[in-house]
Every structure is written in C-alpha cells, then in structure tokens.
C-alpha cells in the first residue's frame, strides 16, 4: 500500500513538472544573417573609354555613305585637371582615324583648345587640316603646357567661336567633339545666360548640319546639347552617373523627354525612317494650315532641321512635299493644296509659317490629296500628318476614316502622325483615325504637345 502511495506520489511530482517545463519558452534562436562581402549590390557604373567613344563617333559619321567626306571639330579643355585624358586622347586618337580611313580619305580635322588663367578666357584655334599629324601634334602641345595657372575654361563659348569662325563644307558629314571633365560654362553675364547661349549653340547647329557630341560630365546642358544636336553623349570617367537628363518617369513607364517637343518628334519620326531601310523616299507632310497651328510652326520649323540632319547622316535619298489643308469656319468646303517633291527644307519652312483662318478637314486632304502625289516608281511614299485637332466628322461627303485608311495603303504608304486628341473622358487619349492609320501602314502615332483635347465623336467613330 506504501509502495503504491509512493509511486502515485511520484507520478504526480513528474506530470507537475512537464507541466511547468511546457509553460516555459524555450530562448529565441538569433537568426544571423551571413554577409558576402563579395555579394554588394553592383551599380550602374558606367565604362569610360575615349578610344571608343571616338570609335563610336567615327563609325556614325562615316556608316551609311560610301565614301562621305568627313569633318571632326575637337573642342578640348586644356587645363591642367584634364592631363590624364589629354594623354588619353593624344594617344587614342588613331583609333578614330583608322575607322574613317577604312571608310574615305576626304577627311580633316580642326582643333578649338579652351581654357583660363586667372579666370580671363583663352581660347587657340587650329584651323581646317588634311594632316591628321597636325593635330595630333596639337594635343601633345595641350598636355605639355598645362601648368599649375591654366584651369578650365568657358566651353560653351569655345563651341559658339568654333562653330561661327570655321567654314564648314557644305557636303561633309561635321562632327563636333567637346572632350571636358567639368560642367560646361560661359562668361556671359546676363539672365539666363546659359540657356541662351545653349540654344544659339543648337541653332547654329542645325543651321550648319553640325552633329555635337560631348565626351564629358553628368550635367543637363551636355545631354540637351547633344540631344537636339542628333549627337552623343558619352562619360569622361567612371564617377559619370548615366545620363537621364533627357528621360522622365510617368509611374512605372520611362520615356524620352523628347516626346514632349514637337521638334523632338521629328526627329524621332526620322530615326524610325532611317532605322527601317526605306530605299529613296518622298516625305511629305500634311499639315493642318487652320490658326491653331500658328504658335506650333516655329517648333516644326525646328524640328525640320533635326529631320534633315538625321536623314543626311544616314544617307538617305529623300525628297520633301507637303500637303496643305484648311477650310471656312464651322465645317465650311475644304482648300487641299498639293505640293509635289522635290522641295527644299527652306521651302518646306516657309510653308510651314503661313496658317490660315479657319478649320480644318483631315480626313478630306488623305482621300482627295494623296492620289495626287502620284509618287514616282522606284520611290516609297511616306506621310507625316501634323495637326493639333481631332479628325472632324466628314459623314455628309461619305468620307470615312476607313476610306482614308484605303487610300493610304492603295498608295503604299508609311503613315507617322503628331496629332489631335479626342476626348479625355472616353479614356482614349488620341484620335481613332489617327493611331489607327499610323498602325495599320506601320508607322508611329504621338500626340502633338500642346493640343487640345476636344469633346464629341470624330469621324472615325461614324463608319
């Protein structure tokens, strides 16, 4: 009887402590966290090499000509922050000329070498040579006379001198090199000194054919200039961050600041010409001509430049015609006037600078313009609406958005639009008409920056 009091004793003893023992938590294992230092996140380091950059800039002058004739423009800081990329490019050099050789011997060379002492502005010219020794020989001097008192200079007015003081030829590919690892400045003094002479600076530019490019730093003048140029940007050294000056983000979407200028459009429009391999083309423009369009044509007008710029690099055999439409206030009778290739881009401007009063009928000019082009065998036909308004209704000529579309594709062309929009209620940023055209011919819609977005059904909404 003891034995078993005993045991019932121990038992209860033995359940009382599992008991507690389950009541108590056991410690909290330390998770640790293995690091490899060999495992940090990599950045977007950018490779800096002047050879290639200079390699790069060669191959796109001379890629699509046969045997082009060539024009290279270096404008060099000479201070003395730049002597180890002077050697660089004093060395590097020959890697630009044996990408040009291999393409032509009609080339030559001209140097525009920037710096300060004391903050007062130097710059030396080596003008127009065949003899690429020359220069060579000028970088060398640059290196050498880099002493302790010579720092960077005003850049931005070393590229105004050369683009105003050197003759360019009129049937040279012209690059203009800038070679700098500081930010691009000017001594001049007055409000917004800066933007102005950056955009003279793309004036003169595309007045001359010239392409920019900057083998330099992160900064916005560097990329606008480039950018609106139809040049290159590329980093002087690795500590460059990678330049998204010209890009925004909208959400999750990035897109080129361009897209919001409608000379940004051009040239877009005619870097997916050139990059489709469209043989001889005749571009012609159709262009809305109501007042609407007045405060657009300055930027058109620029954008041409780009255009013709982006063409003549490529080598394309293009030839310009336009299309001119317009009608009376309150959907009075069409006026389509019809200008055949060949035009001169300057006659293409002045076109482009005289809207008249009134509205405007798109689908009008498409069906009963195009057949008139009758462009010549052996040549592509491409379109390029511009227009600021919706595709009006044209139901009471039987004038549809379809019929448009037939006649576009019966003349076998590419269609690109910068046009309308219809309604910003009906979640359809654009005009039907308009995106579909530039689908189906396989070309590009945008919206033209500025346009207003209009109530109501378009034309293509009444097949």
């Known amino acids: 009887m003891r034995k078993w009091i005993y045991c019932v004793c121990l038992l209860s003893i033995l359940v009382g402590t599992l008991q507690a023992s389950a009541q108590i938590r056991p410690p909290r294992r330390k998770h640790r966290i293995l690091v490899d230092p060999g495992a940090k996140k990599e950045k977007d380091v950018l490779k800096a090499d002047i050879g290639a950059s200079l390699k790069d800039i060669a191959k796109r002058a001379t890629q699509h000509a046969q045997n082009p004739s060539v024009d290279v423009v270096f404008v060099v800081d000479g201070s003395r922050q730049m002597l180890g990329h002077l050697a660089d490019l004093e060395k590097r050099f020959v890697d630009m000329l044996t990408v040009i050789e291999t393409k032509t011997m009609d080339y030559r060379f001209a140097l525009v070498n920037f710096h300060s002492v004391y903050e007062e502005p130097r710059v030396n010219f080596h003008q127009w040579t065949f003899d690429y020794l020359n220069i060579e020989n000028a970088f060398r001097d640059m290196r050498v006379e880099s002493g302790n008192n010579i720092e960077s200079g005003y850049g931005l007015d070393a590229v105004v001198k050369g683009l105003n003081e050197l003759e360019f030829r009129e049937d040279a590919i012209t690059q203009f090199v800038v070679v700098t690892n500081a930010r691009l400045r000017t001594s001049w003094t007055e409000a917004k000194a800066k933007s102005k002479i950056s955009q003279q600076i793309i004036d003169l530019c595309r007045r001359n054919g010239v392409q920019l490019n900057c083998i330099g730093m992160s900064e916005r003048v560097q990329a606008e200039l480039t950018d609106e140029t139809n040049g290159m940007w590329y980093p002087i050294d690795s500590k460059q961050r990678r330049m998204d000056g010209q890009r925004i983000r909208s959400g999750g979407t990035i897109a080129d600041k361009a897209l919001l200028r409608i000379d940004g459009l051009f040239k877009r429009i005619a870097e997916n010409l050139v990059a489709s391999n469209p043989g001889k083309v005749d571009v012609v423009f159709v262009f809305d001509y109501s007042l609407s369009m007045q405060t657009k044509t300055d930027p ?28 009376a206030v309150g959907g009075g009778e069409s006026t389509i006037v019809v200008t055949k290739p060949p035009l001169e881009p300057e006659q293409v401007k002045s076109l482009f600078r005289l809207p008249k009063n009134g509205d405007e009928h798109l689908l009008d000019a498409v069906i009963e ?7 010549e065998e052996g040549r592509n036909l ?15 000529k039987g004038y549809t958005a379809g019929k448009a579309i037939s006649v576009c594709r019966g003349a076998f062309a590419r269609v690109y639009v910068i046009g309308g929009v219809t309604s910003m209620r009906s979640n359809s940023i654009g005009d039907n008409f308009q995106r579909q055209v530039a689908q189906v011919t396989k070309g590009e819609h945008y919206i033209m920056p500025g346009a207003l977005a209009r109530q109501g059904i378009g034309a293509d909404e009444r097949r």
């Open 369 to 375: 313009g195009v057949p008139k082009l009758r462009t």
């Open 300 to 327: 058109a007008c620029d954008g041409l430049d780009l255009m013709v710029s982006v063409f003549n690099a490529a080598g394309l055999d293009y030839r310009f015609g336009i299309i001119r439409f317009w009608a």
């Open 382 to 396: 491409v379109l390029i609406i511009i227009t600021d308004e919706p595709t009006s209704k044209r139901a009471e």
